[in-house]
């Protein structure tokens, strides 16, 4: 059986933690001071140490300040308050969780649950690192630079705690891939990762979707509904976009977080939550609080261990590695092979890359759905040659404009680089969705409606095409009655 010590000089305090621990099946020791609890680690090492600070001897700390006494035990610090300066505190000493005096069932269950040796964590990380030059990767994460070597040392000493992460960084850096490789290497692994975006919610459904509704509670309520709190139930949260959360909500977050505890909407009855949470947001988070965005307690409170991912352009020798991963997936998916041009590197360890690792993503799977052959190379690439197209699109990725002397109609360069590819012609004064409508049903139907070889070509995701020949068939399937396809 495993084994705890309580360490605690409230003897009741003690007493009320030994029958609850016991309760799960552990054999419990007590000592009242800093003296007992050294005596009874020397006679058997814990597996869990739940330590209050203030003993009559000194500080529960001072147990820490020889690594070798707790080695192998799990430190859990027991505590009358929980605020930032006690998640801290918790961190520095290298306690992986901490209880809110008098101490709730629930989260001792939790905590009880998630017993795992530091010595254990330890090596697991050791290894993920040492083998980094070879692998390329650590965790989800892909990438050697020092940058993400800085990413990984914050993982590796946040991973084992209970405390709250906050990661920043602009959109497509891989803010979700950081906050699974936190679970995963904590804890927590076995039980759920459920990731939420803030911003992807209506503002009237999201309360619901968190904290959960009781049958009835408004209109269409028709049966009890579980929130993400209690699907992620001893796992992790995590709440992407933080900063597009109601206001509103964010208090009761905020109150969650404080309390562990939270109602289902149209209940009066509070639930004990034991969730960890990751919060991430791509906007700079003071300028949330000024702006309105963000309460500043809240951040405050999220903010305790935070993370910040740099963009792409800043760990440009992370490219080719990571170009060369995606496509191997892709390759191993699709049963083909590919590999890409020194010219194709080339291009794309020199793009800015303004959407970042989602774009290269998206643009190797480009690459790899319009190559000819096994090589791929610049032509389809950012800075090849449809590169001016893209620029004037938008990012859409369809033909240039070429503006010709009035009243003679701009004219559409070829889509593709088929010399027997139609055209389309515009006049001057077609407005842009006019065009893009045009151009992309054009492009469907010269593809014989190949909808994954029609948004390759135009350089937009499937999801985008499928969004927009869902709008264009709402308003009437034709094109623009002035934009005619014609062959060449």
Not at 20 to 40: K, P
Not at 213 to 220: D, M, P, Q, R
Not at 332 to 354: C, D, I, K, N
Request: proline share 6%; aromatic share 6%.
């Amino acid at each position: 059986m495993p084994h705890a010590l309580v360490v605690d000089d409230d003897h009741d305090s003690a007493a009320s933690l030994r029958e609850l621990i016991a309760g799960e099946q552990f054999t419990v020791a007590v000592a009242h001071n800093l003296r007992d609890a050294r005596r009874q680690i020397a006679l058997q090492q814990p597996d869990i140490l739940l330590l209050d600070l203030r003993l009559p001897d000194g500080n529960g700390m001072d147990l820490l300040a020889d690594p070798k006494l707790v080695a192998n035990s799990e430190v859990v610090l027991c505590t009358g308050h929980a605020n930032l300066e006690t998640s801290i505190q918790a961190l520095r000493l290298g306690a992986a969780d901490y209880l809110v005096k008098p101490v709730n069932l629930t989260q001792l269950q939790g905590v009880l649950s998630r017993i795992m040796k530091p010595a254990a964590l330890q090596a697991e990380v050791q290894g993920l690192t040492a083998n980094l030059d070879e692998t390329g990767h650590f965790g989800h994460l892909w990438g050697r630079s020092p940058p993400m070597k800085r990413i990984y040392e914050q993982i590796s000493r946040v991973a084992g705690t209970s405390v709250s992460v906050f990661i920043t960084g602009e959109s497509g850096t891989g803010k979700e891939v950081v906050a699974q490789t936190v679970h995963d290497l904590s804890r927590r692994r076995k039980r759920p990762f459920l990731a939420v975006n803030c911003g992807a919610i209506s503002p009237n459904l999201i309360e619901s979707e968190i904290f959960g509704h009781e049958k009835g509670s408004f209109t269409g309520a028709e049966r009890q509904h579980q929130g993400f709190f209690e699907r992620a139930s001893g796992g992790t949260l995590f709440l992407d976009e933080i900063t597009e959360m109601p206001l509103e909500l964010q208090v009761k977050l905020l109150r969650v977080l404080e309390t562990g505890r939270f109602m289902r909407v149209g209940s009066t009855t509070a639930i004990e939550t034991d969730v960890r949470i990751v919060a991430a947001t791509n906007r700079l988070p003071y300028q949330a609080v000024s702006s309105g965005k963000l309460r500043e307690d809240l951040l405050y409170r999220l903010n305790i261990f935070p993370i910040a991912l740099p963009p792409l352009r800043d760990r440009v020798a992370d490219i080719p590695l990571l170009a060369n991963h995606f496509l191997a997936a892709i390759c191993e998916q699709e049963g083909a092979v590919r590999h890409f041009t020194p010219e194709a590197m080339a291009s794309l360890v020199t793009y800015p890359w303004p959407g970042n690792v989602r774009e290269l993503r998206n643009v190797v799977q480009r690459a790899f759905v319009m190559a000819q052959g096994e090589a791929i190379d610049e032509t389809w690439l950012p800075g090849g040659h449809e590169a001016a197209a893209a620029s004037a699109w938008g990012g859409l990725g369809g033909p240039e404009l070429r503006a010709a002397p009035a009243p003679a109609p701009a004219r559409l360069a070829e889509p593709v680089q088929d010399s027997d590819a139609p055209s389309i012609t515009l006049p001057i004064g077609t407005s842009v969705a006019q065009a893009e409508r045009a151009l992309m049903l054009a492009t469907l139907r010269h593809y014989n409606h190949h909808k994954e070889r029609t948004a390759a070509v135009l350089g937009i995701s499937l999801k985008t095409l499928y969004n927009r020949l869902k709008e264009y068939a709402a308003e009437g399937a034709a094109p623009p009655e002035h934009g005619t396809a014609a062959q060449d």
